[in-house]
């Protein structure tokens, strides 16, 4: 045993929870996803003839057969085939989603500060103390002469440090200007749209929905637990806000496959596509959606109403229901089944012509000093508030075949769409009211809805 004045002091130092990265084990536990996605700009025309052949072999069965099967059968039938023959042939790269940082930009870098000056600080006592110091039995037998010494080393070293670091970063500066630079010059030469973007220092905005803010009058509350995040995205306002995007659906096909298609498998996506319009019906598949949230013009603050999401629909059914208005719309036109002022949802028809007649009713009445009264009346998510029972009396009320008015209805019958968050997809939720806003028919369908009112 030793006496001694003073309580020994033991400190450990874990920097671990300053890094932005993750283990692997960690990343494990996070349950990273990733995901597949094809490079469809790299694909050259023999892989295409592949792809159309392999796709034409793995479809060996007989069309008499395949006719007799269920929509949903044959649906899932040429959907895995297309997909298979697309994994086997075409380049595909794989995007890891990345775990979302905890803190924002601003808590990164003052962190990051930190960090770097703990590491320093690390690295001087690893230099200066070859070996663990050993504590004097009684503190008077210690000198402040070493500490004055270690703290000068310290201050000398910051000063060193702080000066290299500033050098580094004015170079950083100089070669990111020069770099930004030239690409300006590319881009005026090769793609316009960045040069303008970078001309009117536009930055390209995007949603991660690592948390949801539920802006209540008397309890407002930050989530940020994924299973939260997904319970309020699934339950809350995002559902109402759908829209479309040209792009794949939750199968992964997309429209250059389908235009690549060989014969044997397009005389079977015909005899689907037929039985569908005989049966009144389109398969399940088809009623399941994915939805990316995009940002509105103003910061979203994370709250959901303040999103713009659009909805990834199956590209065969949005294929399918193209033909379907392209013959309605069309028969619509030639017998003048709609009439009034609206100007949607038919061919040839375009906003030019209110805003044309507008237009010239105001300078009317500015060049005469007459009195105008202008109503304008926005309907909040109108799609979201068409009611399929009266749209059903609405589409009776033009005389629609009852197979065409049961095809619309279910179209919009049984859907449920998933979520992109930062976590991951969110379990699928039921989609009870509305119509489809990205829906190519949907349009068209508000005029008839309209009419009613």
């Not at 920097?15 to 084990?25: E, N, T, V």
């Not at 619309?408 to 806003?437: C, K, P, W």
């Amino acid at each position: 045993m030793f006496l001694s004045d003073h309580n020994p002091v033991i400190t450990y130092y874990d920097s671990s929870f300053l890094s932005s990265s993750l283990k692997p084990a960690r990343a494990r536990q996070l349950q990273r996803r990733s995901r597949r996605i094809f490079s469809f700009d790299s694909v050259t025309p023999s892989q295409w003839e592949d792809f159309s052949a392999h796709v034409d072999n793995l479809c060996n069965i007989s069309p008499v057969v395949f006719a007799s099967w269920h929509v949903n059968r044959m649906c899932e039938y040429l959907h895995t085939n297309i997909i298979a023959g697309a994994n086997a042939i075409l380049p595909a790269r794989t995007i890891i989603t990345k775990y979302p940082h905890t803190f924002s930009s601003s808590h990164d870098r003052k962190w990051s500060g930190y960090l770097i000056r703990l590491n320093n600080i690390f690295n001087l006592y690893k230099s200066t103390f070859s070996s663990v110091p050993v504590l004097p039995s009684t503190l008077l037998s210690c000198r402040t002469d070493n500490f004055n010494s270690l703290f000068r080393t310290l201050s000398h070293a910051s000063k060193l440090l702080r000066g290299l670091h500033l050098l580094k970063e004015k170079e950083f500066q100089d070669s990111s200007i020069k770099a930004h630079l030239a690409s300006r010059d590319q881009n005026f030469d090769t793609d316009i749209s960045s040069f303008i973007n970078s001309a009117l220092s536009r930055s390209r905005r995007r949603i991660v929905l690592d948390r949801v803010f539920i802006d209540h009058p008397t309890t407002p509350q930050l989530l940020t637990d994924p299973k939260d995040i997904s319970d309020a995205v699934r339950n809350g306002s995002l559902r109402f806000l759908l829209c479309q995007w040209q792009s794949s659906g939750p199968s992964m096909i997309t429209y250059e496959m389908l235009k690549h298609l060989g014969p044997i498998a397009n005389s079977l996506l015909l005899i689907l596509i037929r039985k569908c319009f005989a049966s009144a019906d389109i398969p399940d598949l088809w009623r399941q959606a994915m939805v990316f949230p995009i940002p509105k013009p103003h910061e979203w603050r994370c709250q959901l109403k303040n999103t713009r999401p659009i909805t990834l629909l199956e590209v065969i059914r949005k294929s399918f229901v193209k033909l379907f208005y392209n013959r309605l719309s069309t028969i619509l036109a030639a017998h003048n089944v709609l009439k009034g002022g609206n100007f949607a949802g038919l061919p040839g028809g375009t906003c030019r012509d209110p805003i044309i007649t507008l237009e010239s009713i105001i300078h009317d009445a500015n060049h005469t000093n007459s009195p105008l009264w202008i109503l304008s009346q926005d309907i909040s998510k109108a799609f979201d508030s068409v009611n399929l029972t009266m749209l059903k009396f609405a589409l009776e009320r033009i005389r629609l075949p009852a197979t065409a008015i049961t095809l619309i209805l279910s179209l919009f019958m049984n859907r449920s769409n998933r979520v992109f968050t930062a976590h991951g997809e969110t379990s699928s939720y039921r989609v009870h009211i509305g119509i489809d806003q990205g829906e190519v028919i949907s349009p068209l369908l508000w005029v008839i809805y309209s009419i009613l009112f």
